[in-house]
């Protein structure tokens, strides 16, 4: 994509509203703009973002057996009347009634709507386990929605839900889905951290939040140091094994929130705990019966006799994801993306415009990136370039000026604390763009 013809309204000041790192860049890297509190219009360069992040969570999901549908945003009140909980949940719920005086919702998640499909459509125990999910907007009506993406009104989720025809069929579901976001946040760069849980307005007696490190977390955490040091990147599974080990060997360590911690317990663990802030990124409940008791949800079982399903359901915060990472990853001169995230790779420099071996030599560089790169071939000053590009936070970034082309270099830069900058061939800068490109783990 040329930046001349790109959507991309960045700003060079913090806006005044913004008060956490995440929304102050969002807004100044032109990725979202507010469309009433707590609700935002996501731009080309957030909505780039958002997708990717939406497909990493799509793949890891189809790769432990969920299988995608898609749920609509207004559910019929009568289904949540059904499982008790319309009038327990309060006000964040957005209650609507139509021209038929029908009560309607502006779903906060969909346990009852997927209790109602599931109960309509499975009639034996030979099509259990299920586990079905979809990527979809939610609403909560927050009393104070703020922090931009982190904590807005409407937002992105992804939730699924497993089915079961016992207990202990529900508990390898629920470890299927605890190993998947292990390995869903691994792949976007992210060390996530499993932590013992309360179940809130969903319910249930087994839960874990998943929760980044960032020093601007709305969380206090304590951990084991000894969990910091697993690394699931690359790390293969096989979903049809016992996957107990697996959620042993990350749960067995210690790590808890603020509301969960045991200070005794802490003590033990002398200069291994680490005190730090996270950010919860995902959320994991096992409920039994919860919903199928009250909405009749059952199947006959071997013997015929009917027996309720066991549920769980998975929530990842697709949208918060894109605020979560930006504030674990970023610097003073602005966002710095995790390539399996960004929005683009490579951002592409021309100091020159018009020159025509500078020209010449970005759109061969153009040509080869194709989808992957952000051309800069604005008339602007090279300052102007360099700041929005650190602004905007893409991995790399290749500089063509006529001092460089002269001498048959351009300049690779990686973006970060650990990045660097080396002057090579077009060529070389190629294949060094092409032998880092993150490959699927």
């Given at each position: 994509?040329?930046r001349?013809?790109?959507?991309?309204?960045?700003?060079?000041?913090?806006p005044?509203?913004?008060?956490?790192?995440?929304?102050?860049?969002?807004?100044?890297?032109?990725?979202?703009?507010?469309?009433?509190?707590?609700?935002?219009s996501?731009?080309?360069?957030?909505?780039?973002v958002?997708?990717?992040?939406?497909?990493i969570?799509?793949?890891?999901?189809?790769?432990?057996?969920?299988?995608?549908?898609?749920?609509?945003?207004?559910?019929?009140a009568?289904?949540?009347?059904?499982?008790?909980?319309?009038?327990?949940?309060?006000?964040?719920?957005?209650?609507?009634?139509?021209?038929?005086?029908?009560?309607?919702?502006?779903?906060?998640?969909?346990?009852?709507?997927?209790?109602?499909?599931?109960?309509?459509?499975?009639?034996?125990?030979?099509?259990?386990?299920?586990?079905?999910?979809?990527?979809?907007?939610k609403f909560?009506?927050?009393?104070?929605?703020?922090?931009?993406?982190?904590?807005?009104?409407?937002?992105?989720?992804?939730?699924?839900?497993?089915?079961?025809?016992?207990?202990?069929?529900?508990?390898?579901?629920?470890?299927?889905?605890?190993?998947?976001?292990?390995?869903?946040f691994?792949?976007?760069?992210?060390?996530?951290?499993?932590?013992?849980?309360d179940?809130?307005?969903?319910?249930?007696?087994l839960?874990?939040?998943?929760?980044?490190?960032?020093?601007?977390?709305?969380s206090?955490?304590?951990?084991?140091?000894?969990?910091?040091?697993t690394d699931?990147?690359?790390?293969?599974v096989?979903?049809?094994?016992?996957?107990?080990?697996?959620?042993d060997?990350?749960?067995?360590h210690?790590a808890?929130?603020?509301e969960?911690?045991?200070?005794?317990m802490?003590?033990?663990?002398?200069?291994?705990l680490?005190?730090?802030?996270?950010?919860?990124?995902?959320h994991i409940?096992?409920?039994?019966?919860?919903?199928?008791?009250?909405?009749?949800?059952?199947?006959?079982?071997?013997?015929?006799?009917?027996?309720?399903?066991?549920?769980?359901?998975?929530g990842?915060?697709?949208s918060?994801l894109?605020?979560?990472?930006?504030?674990?990853?970023?610097?003073?001169?602005?966002?710095?993306?995790p390539?399996?995230?960004?929005?683009?790779?490579?951002g592409?420099?021309?100091l020159?415009p018009?020159?025509?071996?500078?020209?010449?030599?970005?759109?061969?560089l153009?040509?080869?990136?194709a989808?992957?790169?952000?051309?800069?071939?604005?008339?602007?000053?090279?300052?102007?370039?360099?700041?929005?590009?650190d602004?905007?936070?893409?991995?790399?970034q290749?500089?063509?000026?006529?001092?460089?082309i002269?001498?048959?270099t351009v300049?690779?830069?990686?973006?970060?604390?650990a990045?660097?900058?080396?002057?090579?061939?077009?060529?070389?800068?190629?294949?060094k763009?092409?032998?880092?490109?993150?490959?699927?783990?």
């Amino acid at each position: 994509m040329r930046r001349s013809a790109y959507f991309l309204p960045t700003l060079k000041e913090n806006p005044s509203e913004a008060q956490i790192v995440s929304h102050r860049l969002m807004l100044r890297a032109g990725m979202i703009r507010q469309s009433s509190a707590g609700i935002y219009s996501w731009l080309p360069m957030g909505f780039r973002v958002l997708k990717k992040i939406e497909q990493i969570v799509r793949e890891e999901q189809n790769r432990a057996g969920a299988q995608e549908l898609l749920m609509p945003t207004i559910q019929p009140a009568e289904l949540w009347k059904e499982s008790g909980r319309y009038e327990d949940y309060g006000k964040e719920m957005l209650r609507i009634v139509d021209r038929h005086d029908r009560g309607m919702l502006y779903g906060p998640t969909n346990e009852e709507q997927i209790t109602a499909i599931f109960r309509e459509c499975v009639k034996s125990y030979r099509e259990l386990p299920q586990i079905l999910y979809h990527i979809q907007w939610k609403f909560r009506d927050e009393v104070r929605p703020r922090f931009g993406v982190m904590r807005g009104r409407e937002f992105l989720m992804k939730d699924a839900y497993s089915f079961d025809l016992d207990a202990a069929g529900a508990r390898r579901s629920y470890q299927r889905m605890f190993v998947s976001y292990m390995r869903t946040f691994a792949r976007m760069g992210l060390k996530a951290i499993p932590m013992r849980a309360d179940t809130g307005p969903i319910g249930g007696d087994l839960s874990h939040e998943f929760q980044i490190l960032a020093e601007t977390g709305e969380s206090a955490v304590f951990i084991d140091r000894a969990l910091l040091a697993t690394d699931w990147a690359g790390r293969e599974v096989d979903y049809s094994s016992d996957l107990s080990p697996l959620v042993d060997e990350l749960t067995g360590h210690y790590a808890a929130t603020d509301e969960k911690h045991d200070p005794a317990m802490e003590k033990t663990l002398g200069d291994r705990l680490l005190s730090a802030r996270g950010i919860e990124v995902g959320h994991i409940f096992y409920f039994g019966t919860k919903y199928s008791k009250p909405m009749n949800a059952a199947v006959p079982g071997p013997d015929g006799t009917p027996v309720l399903v066991e549920m769980g359901s998975y929530g990842i915060g697709v949208s918060r994801l894109v605020g979560a990472i930006i504030e674990a990853s970023h610097d003073d001169a602005g966002i710095i993306w995790p390539e399996p995230v960004a929005p683009f790779r490579v951002g592409l420099i021309n100091l020159k415009p018009g020159d025509a071996k500078c020209d010449e030599a970005c759109a061969t560089l153009y040509r080869a990136l194709a989808d992957d790169v952000l051309y800069d071939d604005r008339d602007e000053r090279a300052g102007v370039k360099f700041a929005e590009m650190d602004l905007i936070g893409l991995p790399w970034q290749v500089v063509v000026g006529p001092k460089g082309i002269a001498g048959g270099t351009v300049e690779l830069k990686r973006r970060g604390a650990a990045g660097g900058r080396e002057e090579m061939t077009l060529d070389a800068a190629l294949a060094k763009l092409a032998s880092t490109r993150p490959g699927r783990s």
